[in-house]
């Protein structure tokens, strides 16, 4: 076997506590330090080391290190992170800043080091099968995608807003599960919590292949969701990305005679199916795949800098719309999203 890889992680809040601890528990990973400059401990180990700065993280010789701290940080430590030549799995989004990513995609691959973020939806088993259902024509052509993203304000963010923070988790998985780039996006956003960004923001946008998605995200509901739902020629897919349930909605082949229910539910209502899927924790999958990148070097399986640029790209668009009420078209991306 080969020798186990050693990893460090920057950054001990929420995200980061869970990341130690799946760290701490994947085959062929050792975790050997943590910096936290608050000296927060959490679910290290305790033979682990707390360390106050990177330099005593690189001092004890690490492959990879996990980025885990506010996002206004992330091109600081990414790029000391590739000045070392250490590898890094860099927390959604990229950065706070289309500038900002650009700098990280351009110093870790004039480096050739293997890079990704942390875009978790997209190792959701919901998500995984609905992708594997699309790419093989099961829904036909896909018409529109919605997705509603929406719950209390989480207290570990306090640097960005809603569209930083959570609607980039809706705009990669978009991208990424329909195999298409945004052309166009118009929002709207608003501030009703009394924080400094956004915490609610409705967005309408259009893909390569013409087809129409809907993105919902907010701070201000009680109620927890996490939706996607695909409208294709077919039917409908649902994927319930809180409990990882897929289902199918078929559009109907037989007619209703009753003419009441008819006009009601539709002629075109079908059969429902829930498929039986394993669901492994999106995170530790998330963490199995970025440890075989470095070992192998192919990044065919992470999300990987090019691809986390472009959900900048669009979520900075998505603020610009807001902003000036008028639709964002949106340049070819450097890469291909949804091809990994």
């Given at each position: 076997m080969s020798p186990a890889l050693r990893a460090g992680l920057?950054?001990?809040g929420v995200m980061g506590r869970n990341h130690a601890r799946v760290l701490a528990g994947t085959d062929g990973v050792d975790l050997v330090g943590v910096v936290d400059p608050a000296g927060r401990r959490g679910a290290v180990p305790a033979e682990v080391p707390l360390l106050a700065s990177l330099d005593e993280l690189f001092a004890l010789g690490v492959d990879y290190a996990v980025v885990a701290c506010p996002t206004a940080l992330h091109e600081e430590v990414g790029l000391r992170l590739a000045e070392a030549g250490v590898g890094a799995l860099i927390e959604k989004p990229l950065a706070d800043s289309v500038e900002a990513a650009?700098?990280?995609?351009?110093?870790?691959?004039s480096r050739g080091l293997v890079a990704g973020v942390g875009h978790i939806e997209r190792y959701n088993p919901a998500l995984q099968s609905m992708r594997a259902r699309l790419e093989a024509g099961e829904l036909g052509e896909v018409f529109q995608v919605v997705t509603r993203r929406q719950g209390p304000f989480p207290h570990r963010i306090s640097d960005v807003g809603?569209?930083?923070?959570?609607?980039t988790h809706d705009i990669d998985l978009t991208a990424w599960v329909t195999g298409q780039d945004y052309v166009s996006i118009s929002a709207h956003t608003v501030a009703r919590s009394g924080r400094p960004h956004e915490d609610m923001v409705a967005a309408v946008g259009r893909?390569?292949?013409?087809?129409?998605?809907?993105h919902l995200v907010n701070w201000l509901s009680p109620l927890k969701e996490r939706t996607t739902v695909v409208t294709g020629e077919r039917g409908c897919f649902v994927a319930d990305t809180l409990t990882?349930?897929?289902?199918?909605?078929?559009?109907?082949?037989?007619?209703?005679?009753?003419e009441a229910l008819r006009t009601f539910r539709g002629v075109s209502q079908g059969d429902?199916?829930?498929y039986a899927i394993p669901k492994p924790e999106p995170l530790r999958v998330e963490h199995e795949r970025f440890r075989d990148a470095v070992r192998t070097g192919d990044m065919g399986e992470i999300v990987t800098l090019?691809?986390?640029?472009?959900?900048?790209e669009v979520s900075a668009a998505v603020l610009e719309s807001a902003e000036t009420g008028e639709t964002v078209s949106l340049k070819a991306p450097s890469e291909v999203l949804g091809v990994t």
């Open positions: 920057v950054g001990l650009r700098r990280l995609v351009t110093a870790f691959e809603v569209v930083k923070d959570l609607a893909l390569s292949d013409g087809s129409m998605v809907n990882a349930d897929l289902t199918f909605h078929a559009n109907g082949e037989v007619s209703n005679e009753w429902m199916i829930r090019r691809q986390a640029l472009r959900t900048v």
